[in-house]
């Protein structure tokens, strides 16, 4: 709307209300006097016009009842004209009482008007909103070429909140060209009911049998387990048609539900369980208003620990990756958050430990979210020295620029192949959690590690793979068909962490609840099935054999370590009966770090051995798939 027909409607808007706080006030006399014209004061209706007049029309001004527009007038807008009017009787009251004092002024009069004029205002507005939604130019010319566009008719699965929210959007917004047909739920108390005028048919497994034509399917339960989904998506199946879904409450930061949330249904609804409760108190109390340093910001699990810290309104984002194009992304998206808040994005790399020195001595960080490592299996097979370097070298780096700028908080990103590892990967986060563990005896620093699976959706899994292979029509390859993983959303994980980091107190190793393991051909028969395709039908399988370093099944403690539950049902503690000195640890870890610089797969790998017995386990034949000249 241009500023001249802003001013315009404000003009019009104004009129109407000068003419209902007239005829009000008229008429709360009118009733006063019991219809008696003769018993009205001429004098005193039109000096109480005009003072409710002004202070009337100032309320509303004050209140920004025409700052709004009317035709998507709202309750909250209802509310203001409550508040409005009522300040501007109040004000009237007053303003009568100290030009003409009270002796002759009937007081319900007041009271008459101020039921008669809040009424008629709420009225005016709700009126025009109902035109605009009913009989407006937009719904006009929607009916006019109702036969040349196509509307879809859509089923909802799920009468609640989110249901509610999309159909009053759909509604409010016909340049949609949804039409919702009908809701099912597994509520019968609900079955029969409307929402909206649109009638609740049935439950969820009565969607195939009940003769409604449609052409789509919104799965609208942002709560749904795994279970749940996996039923639900069985039954959308089954008629053939597409379905998408709403976000779970997880993703849904905002709690905002709309059409543009909506989403094809992923691998993170089937695996995915129930709602993360956070303790949203207990993790402000270490963020809000505290220094944030997030190492890995633009990697999977650190850009979601950024979205979720600027949630809690820390005074300084503290974005470190090495990564340009990774730290662009996530610089972009703080830029353009709906909740601003103060960052610095550095580019670097942990392995700088002078660099990490200068920034701490800059910004001080209260918090440190230590999520950079390299992560991928096989290519940390191929070059051992570059796991060392930044998964050993890089932590112990932090760590003493937290011990040398006294940082509150230091939260390792750690992972179950850290257990009892088989690969180079895995024994250097072991040797990075065991330098966490045991540097927190001796320091005021809280240092902690949080250690779970795999992340559906993170860079280097096993999910975006099988769905480019799925993409170019296979075939999907497996490496073994018993072979099982845990996993978990992305944003589970970031959430947890951040849990995790409210409950520690230094020297804790928590473990994050994955839920049972999942056979990898599972998933990749399910992946296939939810692009409309038949495993081993139209897309082939083929099993190549375990990659080098990989377990059959991954675990999330060692036989030394016990769990313990904590106050939060997804995290437990580890307890570990061996006991480790900082000395001890740090000259390993120096000794490994050395042997990393020789660039040679014989020699790293052989000290790494030497100090955790699990990697002695492998088998030779692996160790030919390395690298056989030294660099």
Same mark, same amino acid.
């Given at each position: 709307?241009?500023?001249?027909?802003?001013?315009?409607?404000?003009?019009?808007?104004?009129?109407?209300?000068?003419?209902?706080?007239?005829?009000?006030?008229?008429?709360?006399?009118?009733?006063?006097? =019991?219809?008696?014209?003769?018993?009205?004061?001429?004098?005193?209706?039109?000096?109480?016009?005009?003072? +409710?007049?002004?202070?009337?029309?100032?309320?509303?001004?004050?209140?920004?009842?025409?700052?709004?527009? %009317?035709?998507?007038?709202?309750?909250?807008?209802?509310?203001?004209? +409550?508040?409005?009017?009522?300040?501007?009787?109040?004000?009237?009251?007053?303003?009568?009482? /100290?030009? *003409?004092? &009270?002796?002759?002024?009937?007081?319900?009069?007041?009271?008459?008007?101020?039921? /008669?004029?809040?009424?008629?205002?709420?009225?005016?507005?709700?009126?025009?909103?109902?035109?605009?939604? $009913?009989?407006?130019?937009?719904?006009?010319?929607?009916?006019?070429?109702?036969?040349? /566009?196509?509307?879809? $008719?859509?089923?909802?699965?799920?009468?609640?909140?989110?249901?509610?929210?999309?159909?009053?959007?759909?509604?409010?917004?016909?340049?949609?060209?949804?039409?919702?047909?009908?809701?099912?739920?597994?509520? #019968?108390?609900?079955?029969?009911?409307?929402?909206?005028?649109?009638?609740?048919?049935?439950?969820?497994?009565?969607?195939?049998?009940?003769?409604?034509?449609?052409?789509?399917?919104?799965?609208?339960?942002?709560?749904?387990?795994?279970?749940?989904?996996?039923?639900?998506?069985?039954?959308?199946?089954?008629?053939?048609?597409?379905?998408?879904?709403?976000?779970?409450?997880?993703?849904?930061?905002?709690?905002?539900?709309?059409?543009?949330?909506?989403?094809?249904?992923?691998?993170?609804?089937?695996?995915?369980?129930?709602?993360?409760?956070?303790?949203?108190?207990?993790?402000?109390?270490?963020?809000?208003?505290?220094?944030?340093?997030?190492?890995?910001?633009?990697?999977?699990?650190?850009?979601?620990?950024?979205?979720?810290?600027?949630?809690?309104?820390?005074?300084? /984002?503290?974005?470190? @990756?090495?990564?340009?194009?990774?730290?662009?992304?996530?610089?972009?998206?703080?830029?353009?958050?709906?909740?601003?808040?103060?960052?610095?994005?550095?580019?670097?790399?942990?392995?700088?430990?002078? +660099?990490?020195?200068?920034?701490?001595?800059?910004?001080?960080? @209260?918090?440190?979210? !230590?999520?950079?490592?390299?992560? !991928?299996?096989?290519?940390?097979?191929?070059?051992? %020295? =570059?796991?060392?370097?930044?998964?050993?070298?890089?932590? +112990?780096?932090?760590?003493?620029?937290?011990? #040398?700028?006294?940082?509150?908080?230091?939260?390792?990103?750690?992972?179950?192949?850290?257990? #009892?590892?088989?690969?180079?990967?895995?024994?250097?986060?072991?040797?990075?959690?065991?330098?966490?563990?045991?540097?927190? *005896?001796?320091?005021?620093?809280?240092?902690?590690?949080?250690?779970?699976?795999?992340?559906?959706?993170?860079?280097?899994?096993?999910?975006?793979?099988?769905?480019?292979?799925?993409? $170019?029509?296979?075939?999907?390859?497996?490496?073994?068909?018993?072979?099982?993983?845990?996993?978990?959303?992305?944003?589970?994980?970031?959430?947890?962490?951040?849990?995790?980091?409210?409950?520690?107190?230094?020297?804790?190793?928590?473990? &994050?609840?994955?839920?049972?393991?999942?056979?990898?051909?599972?998933?990749?028969?399910?992946?296939?099935?939810?692009?409309?395709?038949e495993p081993e039908k139209d897309i082939s399988i083929e099993y190549i054999g375990s990659r080098p370093g990989e377990k059959m099944y991954e675990e999330l403690k060692s036989k030394t370590e016990s769990m313990v539950e904590t106050i939060h049902d997804k995290i437990l503690m580890l307890k570990n009966q061996e006991r480790y000195s900082w000395l001890q640890t740090h000259k390993i870890a &120096?000794?490994?770090?050395?042997?990393?610089?020789?660039?040679?797969?014989?020699?790293?790998?052989?000290?790494?051995?030497?100090?955790?017995?699990?990697?002695?386990?492998?088998?030779?034949?692996?160790?030919?798939?390395?690298?056989?000249?030294?660099?």
């Open positions: 709307m241009n500023r001249n027909n802003r001013k315009t409607s404000l003009i019009k808007f104004l009129s109407i209300d000068i003419i209902t706080i007239t005829l009000s006030i008229g008429n709360s006399f009118f009733l006063r006097y =019991e219809s008696d014209l003769t018993l009205i004061d001429k004098n005193l209706l039109l000096n109480v016009v005009v003072i +409710l007049l002004f202070t009337k029309i100032l309320s509303f001004y004050y209140f920004g009842l025409y700052k709004g527009i %009317w035709r998507y007038t709202s309750i909250n807008d209802l509310i203001n004209i +409550l508040k409005a009017s009522s300040l501007g009787s109040l004000l009237g009251l007053s303003f009568y009482a /100290l030009i *003409y004092g &009270l002796s002759d002024f009937p007081k319900s009069v007041l009271f008459i008007d101020f039921i /008669l004029c809040t009424t008629l205002l709420c009225a005016s507005r709700v009126a025009v909103r109902f035109y605009y939604s $009913n009989y407006s130019v937009n719904n006009k010319k929607k009916d006019q070429f109702s036969f040349s /566009l196509k509307r879809k $008719n859509l089923i909802m699965i799920g009468a609640g909140n989110s249901s509610e929210k999309i159909i009053r959007e759909i509604i409010d917004n016909p340049t949609m060209h949804y039409n919702v047909v009908g809701l099912f739920d597994d509520d #019968n108390n609900k079955i029969g009911a409307t929402i909206h005028g649109i009638p609740i048919v049935g439950s969820i497994d009565s969607i195939s049998s009940i003769l409604i034509a449609f052409d789509e399917i919104i799965i609208c339960i942002p709560t749904a387990t795994n279970e749940q989904m996996r039923r639900i998506v069985a039954i959308c199946k089954s008629t053939g048609k597409p379905y998408r879904t709403v976000p779970t409450l997880t993703e849904l930061m905002d709690g905002k539900v709309s059409m543009s949330t909506i989403r094809d249904v992923s691998m993170v609804d089937l695996l995915g369980r129930q709602e993360v409760q956070l303790d949203h108190s207990s993790i402000s109390q270490y963020i809000y208003g505290k220094r944030v340093l997030v190492t890995g910001a633009g990697g999977s699990i650190g850009s979601e620990l950024v979205r979720n810290c600027m949630s809690f309104d820390p005074d300084l /984002l503290i974005l470190f @990756d090495q990564s340009e194009h990774n730290l662009f992304n996530i610089e972009k998206e703080c830029e353009l958050s709906d909740h601003p808040i103060a960052f610095q994005s550095i580019l670097g790399d942990i392995r700088d430990k002078a +660099l990490l020195h200068r920034l701490f001595s800059s910004f001080k960080p @209260d918090v440190v979210f !230590h999520a950079a490592a390299y992560k !991928h299996v096989p290519m940390q097979e191929k070059h051992p %020295w =570059e796991a060392v370097l930044t998964n050993i070298q890089g932590t +112990l780096n932090l760590i003493d620029a937290a011990e #040398n700028y006294s940082v509150d908080r230091f939260v390792l990103v750690s992972t179950d192949k850290a257990v #009892n590892p088989s690969n180079i990967m895995g024994a250097t986060k072991h040797i990075a959690e065991k330098l966490i563990h045991t540097k927190s *005896y001796e320091s005021s620093v809280k240092y902690m590690a949080v250690r779970f699976g795999n992340v559906i959706g993170s860079s280097g899994s096993v999910i975006p793979t099988f769905q480019e292979q799925i993409k $170019n029509g296979g075939p999907v390859t497996i490496t073994d068909p018993n072979m099982q993983r845990y996993f978990m959303s992305i944003s589970e994980a970031a959430q947890l962490i951040l849990q995790a980091g409210a409950l520690g107190r230094g020297g804790e190793i928590y473990v &994050l609840d994955m839920g049972d393991p999942v056979n990898i051909k599972d998933i990749a028969y399910e992946l296939i099935r939810l692009s409309g395709l &120096l000794e490994i770090v050395e042997s990393s610089k020789s660039y040679n797969f014989s020699e790293i790998f052989y000290i790494l051995s030497k100090h955790i017995p699990s990697l002695k386990n492998k088998k030779q034949e692996n160790l030919s798939n390395k690298i056989k000249t030294d660099r």
